[in-house]
T-cell receptor, first 114, second 112 residues
Framework: DTGVSQNPRHKITKRGQNVTFRCDPI?????LYWYRQTLGQGPEFLTY????????KSRLLSDRFSAERPKGSFSTLEIQRTEQGDSAMYLC????????????FGPGTRLLVL | AQSVTQPDIHITVSEGASLELRCNYS??????LFWYVQSPGQGLQLLLK??????LVQGIKGFEAEFKRSQSSFNLRKPSVHWSDAAEYFC??????????FGKGTKLSVIP
């Protein structure tokens, strides 16, 4: 499979716990994005990497959220001290800036905070 | 700030009927416009995109969309809907920044 992959696909956690999600991009895609989608809404931008550099962060990304992309390959999104309001689908998308701005999305990680 | 409006939250059509999903964008410069489709519990699949050139763009699964600058619209169309087209459809604008701004989506139901 040469598409964007995300793990885990589903995560149930208790309020206050930390969770980490992983995104593996399409090979040679240098841009990587994280979005959050809540029920009945379109995806909302969280953060963006060009290679290993995190270039933009949304105001939605509180201090409890941190994202990394070591070596410009896979990325992780960590949420510390989860809250019920963090329950959502977390989507990763990647793009190759050499060709176009088209973003290709992974299947997402659905988080439920109890 | 950019915004994308999809005026129809839910549309129901009969199988074989034609379909038009509306999308309006707010950014003033030439937009980068996309339509994505999302099946329940899944990620988003790209249907088509418009960056420049011919204002009528063809996509996958028999979909097309027309960019109309005068109306700030980028409506998605399909001449004959199949039951497998039932899903949620999102319009997005990527102009002015690297991030995509999405509409709230239109849920499509298909009556057999």
């Amino acid at each position: 499979d040469t598409g964007v992959s995300q793990n885990p696909r589903h995560k149930i956690t208790k309020r206050g716990q930390n969770v980490t999600f992983r995104c593996d991009p399409i090979s040679e895609h240098n841009r990587l994005y994280w979005y959050r989608q809540t029920l009945g809404q379109g995806p909302e931008f969280l953060t963006y990497f060009q290679n290993e550099a995190q270039l933009e962060k949304s105001r939605l990304l509180s201090d409890r959220f941190s994202a990394e992309r070591p070596k410009g390959s896979f990325s992780t999104l960590e949420i510390q001290r989860t809250e019920q309001g963090d329950s959502a689908m977390y989507l990763c998308a990647t793009a190759n800036s050499s060709f176009s701005e088209t973003q290709y999305f992974g299947p997402g990680t659905r988080l439920l905070v109890l | 700030a950019q915004s994308v409006t999809q005026p129809d939250i839910h549309i129901t059509v009969s199988e074989g009927a034609s379909l038009e999903l509306r999308c309006n964008y707010s950014y003033g410069a030439t937009p980068y416009l996309f339509w994505y489709v999302q099946s329940p519990g899944q990620g988003l699949q790209l249907l088509l995109k418009y960056f420049s050139g011919d204002t009528l763009v063809q996509g996958i699964k028999g979909f097309e969309a027309e960019f109309k600058r005068s109306q700030s619209s980028f409506n998605l169309r399909k001449p004959s809907v199949h039951w497998s087209d039932a899903a949620e459809y999102f319009c997005a604008d990527g102009a002015g920044s690297y991030q995509l701004t999405f509409g709230k989506g239109t849920k499509l139901s298909v009556i057999p």
